[in-house]
């Protein structure tokens, strides 16, 4: 008897669609503010520029041991107020924060969540796992396909070696950045996706550059409660698209 792994894949964005959809759209043009080439000329974004260090060597070194005062609190105020936002303009699928959630008693501290939105709000598909690094297929849903009002802003180096915020940047595809969307069928609150270098279109295989991207993001939120994590497609990721996947629950 063949074992076969039957998946269903979470909808991370509200314009995810089975691929005949995507190609019938195509044939009409995009109308979608997007991502890709069709809509991205003087597309503009938040843009978050934080001090990029050269060497890791202890948690010091990387954190910044003369950190000047961000222009903006990243985590509360910025990450967490634009989730705040898209949630406020319904653009998921459901609430997370109306879960039923409790701490399990124990030693650890393990939290329980009744997640039922995320298992019923899905697109029920068919999804084969034969190899765990595959090619990027264009033809099928990536993250260039995201509406740019799920975006919460660019995050990048700085160019001048201090932090930057700026409201309103222009989106510059020759440079390829690395953008903060929200995920539409969160896990917990403040549920992200990080997504390095996203006009790069890089298949879902983590490397050192993207890796280093995801300690300074975890470096700027300078929390204990911010989890940062990365899953390739053999470990239930269903976008072949590099991503990670960014949460922020904080203490009862």
Not at 240 to 246: C, E, G, I, S, T
């Amino acid at each position: 008897m063949m074992l076969r792994i039957k998946r269903v894949p979470t909808v991370v964005s509200n314009y995810q669609k089975d691929e005949a959809e995507e190609g019938a759209r195509r044939v009409g043009g995009c109308g979608r503010n997007c991502l890709n080439q069709c809509c991205i000329p003087g597309a503009k974004l938040p843009l978050y520029a934080f001090k990029k260090l050269n060497k890791i060597g202890g948690g010091k070194e990387l954190l910044g041991s003369e950190k000047r005062e961000p222009p903006v609190d990243f985590l509360d105020s910025l990450l967490l107020g634009e989730w705040e936002d898209r949630m406020q303009r319904g653009l998921f699928r459901y609430d997370v924060t109306a879960c039923e959630t409790k701490v399990i008693p124990g030693q650890f501290g393990f939290i329980a969540q009744l997640n039922e939105g995320r298992h019923l709000k899905k697109r029920p598909t068919e999804f084969r796992v034969d190899k765990v690094l595959q090619p990027f297929d264009g033809n099928k849903f990536n993250f260039t396909k995201v509406g740019q009002e799920e975006v919460l802003f660019q995050f990048e180096a700085s160019e001048d070696g201090e932090v930057q915020f700026i409201p309103s940047a222009p989106v510059e595809p020759e440079n390829s950045p690395s953008v903060v969307a929200i995920n539409v069928s969160p896990i917990e609150y403040g549920h992200v996706l990080l997504i390095p270098r996203i006009l790069e279109r890089l298949p879902q295989r983590i490397d050192r550059e993207s890796f280093l991207l995801a300690l300074h993001m975890a470096a700027e939120a300078g929390n204990p409660y911010f989890r940062l994590g990365y899953n390739s497609l053999g470990a239930f990721a269903t976008i072949n698209h590099l991503h990670f996947q960014v949460s922020s629950r904080m203490p009862f």
